[in-house]
Nanobody, 125 residues
Framework: QVQLVESGGGLVQAGDSLRLSCAAS????????MGWFRQAPGSERELVGA????????GFADSVKGRFTISRDNAKNMVYLQMNSLKPEDTAVYHC??????????????????WGQGTQVTVSS
């Protein structure tokens, strides 16, 4: 059974940085594309960014490009989301997700096969 557990959320001020972590178990982690999604109240869940199984390639939503980075440590089964220059509009619950299958894609929520419970990020102005 796949388990994804996020941590690192909190309340910060605009312009601050925050690093989210996601611990994965129950899957051969190094074979799965991992993604970070966020969902604000009243909004749909949106893809923030994703990282391929090898870590060699990442992609990001236009709204976070240049501010957020994703990395992974396949030896520790961990994926990270580094968020810099945070804005109030980044306020949301952030979820990590694993692709549906090994070596899968992560272009939208429909590509995710497993989800974490989420961690709240609140950015005050």
């Amino acid at each position: 059974q796949v388990q994804l557990v996020e941590s690192g959320g909190g309340l910060v001020q605009a312009g601050d940085s925050l690093r989210l972590s996601c611990a994965a178990s129950g899957l051969t982690f190094s074979r799965y594309t991992m993604g970070w999604f966020r969902q604000a109240p009243g909004s749909e869940r949106e893809l923030v960014g994703a990282i391929k199984w090898s870590g060699a390639s990442t992609g990001f939503a236009d709204s976070v490009k240049g501010r957020f980075t994703i990395s992974r440590d396949n030896a520790k089964n961990m994926v990270y989301l580094q968020m810099n220059s945070l804005k109030p509009e980044d306020t949301a619950v952030y979820h990590c997700a694993a692709s549906r299958g090994q070596y899968g894609t992560m272009w939208s929520a429909g590509d995710a096969g497993s989800w974490g419970q989420g961690t709240q990020v609140t950015v005050s102005s």
